[in-house]
């Protein structure tokens, strides 16, 4: 199939676009420039637009999105407040995804999307939680027994946390930079903890979830997974 019939059957623009872009080195097929009327094998080349994979549009569809703070993980709210749905409705118009897990509103970060409901319902079942992990800016200079604090387990909602990973990267008198990384998705988990230790959150990024990375998506933009992350989600037990 050619480039330009591919990207076209993608969804990503017109054939006659696609030969635009091809022709004004917006193409790469495998990292290398395409070239107009170049050959490429569906499922084994990798074409992308813009710095965007273009996949068919066919199936189903998983991104990841680096959530900005402000937006809820929902489809609609009540309060009116902005939701996901109107940053991935921008970003995939001819899909409707939805987000796997949870950020709360002031939380930003890595945030799975798709429209397999099947694979999305299996990975937000408790019985198939898998790490996350946290940069956590907090207030002022946590002191190491309050760093030890975090690491224990909390008792939230009746019932103790597993154990926090904490690590410290950074502090001095304004602010203490931490990685977190916990083993359960209880709501606004890490803030709880936090507050338990008497200490404020400044900023709450996810940079991981199992094998994921954030990696350096920016804020507000998103990537379509790989196949071997799609394989990895779909093999989770």
């Known amino acids: 199939m050619r480039v330009q019939k591919y990207i076209a059957d993608c969804g990503v623009m017109s054939r006659r676009a696609a030969e635009e872009a091809v ?4 193409v790469l097929i495998n990292g290398i420039p395409a070239k107009t009327g170049q050959p490429v094998l569906p499922g ?20 990841m999105f680096n ?4 937006y809820v993980t929902t489809m609609a709210d009540e309060q009116g407040r902005k939701c996901m749905a109107d940053l991935l ?14 950020l709360d509103l002031d939380s930003e970060g890595l945030l799975v999307c798709t429209d397999d409901g099947e694979l999305a319902n299996r990975l937000m079942h408790p019985s198939h939680e ?33 154990p926090a990973k904490v690590r410290l990267l950074t502090r001095n008198e304004r602010s203490t930079l931490l990685e977190m990384t916990i083993f359960e998705g209880r709501n606004r ?24 990375r954030l ?23």
């Not at 022709?23 to 917006?26: H, I, T, V």
């Not at 988990?189 to 994921?212: D, M, P, Y």
């Open 130 to 162: 898998i790490e996350k992990r946290y940069r956590v800016l907090i207030e002022g200079f946590a002191s190491d027994e309050a760093l030890a604090k975090l690491a224990r387990p909390v008792q939230l909602d009746g019932r103790d946390t597993v």
């Open 44 to 63: 084994k080349d990798t074409v992308a637009v813009d710095g965007r994979e273009a996949r068919p549009a066919s199936g189903k569809t998983y991104i």
């Open 67 to 70: 959530k900005p703070r402000g």
């Open 89 to 102: 409705a921008q970003a995939i118009p001819d899909k409707r995804l939805y987000p796997v897990g949870r």
């Open 23 to 26: 022709a004004q080195g917006r």
């Open 189 to 212: 988990q890490i803030r709880r903890i936090c507050t338990s230790a008497e200490l404020r959150v400044l900023r709450l990024r996810r940079t991981g979830e199992g094998r994921l």
């Open 215 to 237: 990696g350096a998506l920016h804020t507000g933009e998103w990537r379509y997974l790989s196949d071997g992350e799609i394989e990895y989600l779909k093999n989770i037990q």
